[in-house]
Structures are given as C-alpha cells and as structure tokens.
C-alpha cells in the first residue's frame, strides 16, 4: 500500500471508532449491553495500530 492508501485508511479506521465510541457512550447512558461496542473498540484500536506501524515503516524507507 502507498501512504496515500494507509492515511486513507487510517482515516476512516479513526472514524469509525469515533462513531463507535459514541455509540457506546449512549448505550452507557441508557443502560444497554456495551461489550459488543467495546470489542469492536478493541478491534479497531489494533487496526490503528497495524496502519500506524505501517506508516512508520513506509516513512522511514523514504
């Protein structure tokens, strides 16, 4: 993948979590079941975290 590609991806992995954690903070409110939001959550913390690695490698060969 190019940087381009992983920013873009890293995007809208960033998104999705903000949108999850909302999700969840109104499941909280209402007292609804959070474990599904928090394992999506966890989820997507390590794909972050694998485009993050990514980025850094790619940045370092340039």
Do not use: C, F, P
Not at 17 to 40: H, M, P, T
């Amino acid at each position: 993948m190019t940087i381009e590609q992983l920013q873009a991806k890293l995007d809208e992995l960033k998104s999705d979590y903000v949108r999850i954690q909302s999700d969840l903070d109104k499941l909280e409110y209402v007292r609804g079941r959070v474990s599904s939001a928090e394992e999506q959550l966890i989820r997507l913390e390590g794909e972050i975290a694998e485009v993050n690695k990514q980025l850094a490698d790619l940045n370092k060969k340039n």
